[in-house]
Every structure is written in C-alpha cells, then in structure tokens.
C-alpha cells in the first residue's frame, strides 16, 4: 500500500532513521555493559509515526541487546520540541511497547544537558510516562566529564555540536546547572552524593 502525497512510507521513515543514525548501540559503561546512544536533536518527530519507531526499535534496537544489562545515553543537546519532541502520549506508547525483558535489564539512563524544561517536565510527567523503577534510574548530567565518570570515552560517538555546547556551558556556567543529578537522592549510597546534590540543585535555584 502506498502513503498519501505528502506522507512518508514506513520504509521511507524506517531509512530516514538509520541515516540519521539516531540510535546507537555502541561502547561500554564502567562495569562493562552495552550502551545504547540516543541523540534527540537528531529525531525527526515531525516525520516519523509513532508505529514506525516502535516497529525500527523492536527489530533494529531491541533485537540486538539480548538478556545482557545495559545503559542508556540519552544527549539532548539542542533538542527543540517542535521539531524533536513526539509528544506525551506518543511516549507513553513507546514505553509500553519496550518489551519487559529489555525494561528489566537497563541499569541507568543518563541524561546529557538536560536543561531547565527538560527537569521540569519529567518532574511533572515521570511518572505517569514510566513506571518507577524506570523513572528511578534517570539520572541527569550536565557536562561530558561527568559523563565519563560512568561511560567509558572510548567507543562512543558523540558529535561534535555536543562537545560545543559543553564548551559554552564552561564559558557561562550560569547557563547550567553543574554536576551530576539525579531527581531520586535516595538512589545513591554515598552522603557524599546527597550533598552534592543539594549543592548542584541550590546552585539551580540561585
């Protein structure tokens, strides 16, 4: 069946994806675990249907990580939601579609620059898009060196305008916040951690 003028076939959106390289299975984390790489600049929503994503996900993404743990980069720098942002339903059905096996064998997802609306909308819908143990492991991070406190460097590609963008954080930290965050304190062993937090999040406020 072909699409209507003006609309892009499955294979068509299916194409568009891979060339755009948007998902990435690539590299390790610190205890050696698979890392799947998300650039959200890169996703075109305005293009690509939400059944088209969920079937390239299963067959292209899900397919290959197996029963092993894994991580998930997610860099959202320069992510604009008009142009990048499927909406709240249309995440909700993502998630659901993510098969159980895959939920339960992810570790961590590191959020690269998060941004101030970022927080706040995942403040507000977290946890009606994820379920908490998803939700818990959320973990914001604000520069690439922090980054690779928990991803190992080698392996990884991350385009160049991310590495911009962090330069420009440096030059006007008051752009940012600093540091690595997470919504969930409690998710860390160290004191040292949770006072961190408290620190990174004041410095948010002021």
């Known amino acids: 069946m072909t699409s209507p003028p003006g609309i892009m076939s499955g294979i068509d959106q299916e194409q568009l994806m891979e060339k755009l390289r948007i998902f990435k299975i ?18 075109p929503a305005r293009f690509i249907s939400v059944e088209v994503l969920k079937k390239y996900l299963e067959e292209k993404i899900f397919s290959r990580m197996g029963e092993k743990a ?6 959202h720098t320069g992510v604009q939601r008009s142009d990048n942002f499927p909406g709240i339903s249309a995440l909700r059905s993502i998630y ?26 995942f403040a507000t819908f977290g946890r009606f898009l994820f379920n908490g ?11 690439l060196e922090f980054l690779w406190n928990h991803v190992r460097r080698k392996g ?3 385009p160049e305008f991310v590495f911009d963008h ?8 008051m752009m940012d916040c600093y540091g690595l965050e997470s919504d969930h304190p409690r998710i860390y ?8 937090v408290g620190m990174y999040s004041m410095r948010c406020i002021a």
Request: aromatic share 12%; no cysteine.
């Open 26 to 43: 690539q590299g390790t984390d610190r205890h050696g675990r698979n890392v799947l790489v998300i650039i959200g600049k890169y996703f």
């Open 189 to 196: 062993n160290s004191s040292t951690h949770d006072s961190q």
């Open 133 to 143: 143990g998803l939700y818990n492991k959320l973990q914001y991070v604000n520069r």
């Open 166 to 173: 962090d330069e420009e954080l440096e030059d006007r930290p």
């Open 70 to 75: 894994f991580s998930v980069v997610y860099v």
């Open 96 to 121: 659901e579609a993510v098969p159980i096996n895959v939920r339960d064998h992810l570790e961590a997802v590191y959020f690269l620059h998060p941004g101030l609306q970022a927080r706040l909308f």
């Open 156 to 158: 990884l590609e991350i």
